[in-house]
């Protein structure tokens, strides 16, 4: 049952990241810069991924629960506080794009993780689309200094940054165990054939 419902999520997720990152393409083409039905739909997705939180937490789903929570709270906190219709176009979507292209990366890999594109691209691709990720963030919340308070926003901001850097570093160890392992596997592939019977010299 929880192999299904994490399917449909697992596709859903694909499709509104998709669907999000083409609305922003035809804006960009059409040269309108309407932002209404882009961060409705960023609410939905943001909102519905605390399910991967709640799989987190009571153990449906491996991963580091303190990486869950930092991402999908800072996400949460500028999507609902911050992303409104009227909002800077160009700061949206700088934050936007990345948060799509990483998602689609990610429940890419879910979906076909025998996939070597999207094994490469989910253990390399954060390392531009984070801090271009991040740089969004920074710069959407920093719209609202008419709104919020400074130094509520100065705080965010922070706190936005070591969560970005945190999450980094996350990345870069789940990289490094990637790179490991896969040099073991490609170790014990080449050891397979060798001792395979068809590999083996015959004895005249």
């Known amino acids: 049952m929880f192999g299904l419902i994490s399917l449909v999520y697992n596709v859903s997720q694909l499709i509104g990241w998709s669907t999000i990152l083409g609305l922003i393409m ?15 739909l960023v609410h939905v997705m943001q909102i519905s991924q605390i399910y991967d939180l709640i799989s987190n937490i009571i ?15 800072g996400r949460l906190v500028v999507a609902l506080l911050f992303m409104y219709d009227g909002v800077c176009f160009c700061c949206l979507i700088n934050a936007v794009i990345a948060w799509s292209l990483a998602e689609i990366i990610r429940f890419s890999y ?15 691709a954060f390392m531009v689309l984070y801090p271009i990720g991040i740089l969004g963030e920074l710069r959407t919340v920093n719209q609202s200094l008419a709104i919020y308070d400074q130094i509520q926003i100065r705080g965010l901001q922070i706190i936005l940054i070591l969560g970005g850097f945190f999450m980094y570093a996350q990345m870069l160890s789940a990289k490094r165990k990637h790179s490991k392992q896969t040099g073991v596997d490609q170790k014990q592939n080449v050891k397979q054939r060798s001792n395979s019977p068809v590999n083996r010299p015959k004895r005249e």
Do not use: A
């Open 26 to 40: 035809l804006e960009l083409i059409n040269g309108t810069e309407k932002t209404g039905q882009i961060v409705w």
């Open 110 to 124: 879910y979906l076909f993780k025998n996939n070597s594109l999207f094994k490469t691209l989910r253990y390399n």
């Open 59 to 73: 153990g449906l789903t491996s991963g580091s629960l303190i990486s869950n929570v930092l991402q999908l709270g």
